[in-house]
């Protein structure tokens, strides 16, 4: 198992508690505040980018900055394993769906393009602002 540091272990612990968001890390320097356990905000992004490169978090790049979400595979190639996005409401949501790998394949072998899955996002609309959409007659 590789080494983890207590600053690692706390972030990580934030995610793991907010793993259906996608968080800043102005935002995980908050919470670790609030939970009695301040780390700095330059620490925070070391541990980010570890997480990241060992498969543990995905590292999303919008306009507003980086967000950062837990993914519960460690796995480096995890291939099944990718992101939407709300184009209304921002959230990000973590999916695990094999439907996607024939696509993979698909570029990979006839357009000779290799997708990296952990960091593909899809921009959409969410059920939930589709919900209310329709709610109000509009498309």
């Keep these: 198992m590789p080494y983890t540091t207590k600053q690692q272990q706390a972030v990580l612990r934030c995610l793991e508690l907010r793993k259906e968001e996608s968080l800043t890390a102005a935002d995980l320097a908050e919470d670790l505040r609030q939970m009695g356990c301040p780390v700095g ?4 992004y070391r541990q980010l980018e570890k997480l990241s490169a060992a498969g543990q978090v ?4 919008t306009a507003e900055g980086a967000f950062y979400q837990l993914c519960g595979h460690t796995e480096q190639d995890h291939r099944d394993c990718f992101l939407l996005k709300c184009s209304r409401c921002g ?14 394949d698909h570029l990979e072998k006839d357009h ?19 919900g209310e959409e329709d709610a109000h007659g509009s498309t």
Excluded: E, M, W
């Design 112 to 130: 000779h393009f290799r997708i990296d899955p952990r960091g593909t996002l899809f921009t959409g609309v969410c059920d939930l602002c589709a």
């Design 58 to 61: 995905h590292k999303i790049n």
């Design 41 to 44: 905000l330059a620490t925070i």
């Design 91 to 104: 959230r990000i949501r973590h999916l695990d769906c094999s439907h996607l790998q024939a696509l993979y």
